[in-house]
């Protein structure tokens, strides 16, 4: 499986600013995912990360407020914009579905970055 | 999209009894996954199932893909304080569904 790395893994910020949170995998992928954990809750596919292309988002997601780079097949992006404390969750990457990652089918996470907004 | 409907929704266990938990859904799949995440941590995929029936094991974890292809079980033998954190089924469609979630606590 793929070792995946997130930065930083907390962080505590005002509301109105944004944070962009870095993944890092140790070999090239084809599929790269951001996800979104309230409290409590399950997993929320925030986007599909796209190498060479727009991020595609899922329906209650939006790129004004996500944006996401993808500049190559090891790193990803995910920038929370003008945060508010409705944003405060684990926000997860996630790589999967490549050829070369057992099974093809299967998902692996990066260890999330707890964001507390205040 | 998909619903995924997993039970319990938490557990409270003594050290060493077993335990079960279950996903299951209107869809029919052809792969469900289990995963485990700890706290502060990111999910960990724990077993891989691809095959209506398949039983498949990962040390005192023992996962089985529903022969209907709606339902997935995982069983935790002889339980151990680390084994506490939460559980979640997972299936790849057009994209990953996740079932809600078991909590399981040990008491120990």
């Known amino acids: 499986s793929a070792v995946i790395s997130q930065k930083p893994s907390r962080d505590i910020c005002q509301r109105g600013t944004s944070l962009t949170i870095q993944c890092q995998v140790d070999s090239q992928v084809t599929m790269m995912f951001w996800y979104r954990q309230q409290p409590g809750q399950s997993l929320t596919l925030i986007a599909t990360a796209n190498q060479g292309s727009e991020a595609t988002y899922e329906s209650g997601f939006v790129i004004d407020k996500f944006p996401i780079s993808r500049p190559n097949l090891t790193f990803s992006t995910l920038t929370v914009s003008n945060m508010s404390p409705e944003d405060s969750s684990i926000y997860l990457c996630?790589?999967?579905?490549?050829?070369?990652?057992?099974?093809?089918?299967?998902?692996?996470f990066g260890p999330g970055t707890r964001l507390t907004v205040t | 999209g998909q619903q995924l409907n997993q039970s319990p929704q938490s557990m409270f266990i003594q050290e060493g009894e077993d335990v079960s938990m279950n996903c299951t859904s209107s869809?029919?799949?052809?792969?469900w996954l289990w995963y485990k995440q700890d706290p502060g941590e990111g999910p960990v995929l724990l077993i891989a199932?691809?095959?209506?029936?398949e039983l498949t094991s990962n040390g005192r974890l023992t996962a089985q893909f529903g022969i209907t292809r709606k339902d997935s079980f995982l069983n935790i033998s002889a339980s151990i304080p680390s084994d506490v954190g939460i559980y979640f089924c997972a299936v790849p469609k057009d994209k990953f569904y996740f079932g809600s979630g078991t909590k399981l606590n040990v008491k120990p």
């Open positions: 996630s790589v999967g579905g490549a050829p070369g990652l057992a099974g093809g089918h299967e998902q692996y």
């Open positions: 869809s029919i799949f052809n792969t």
């Open positions: 199932l691809y095959k209506a029936g």
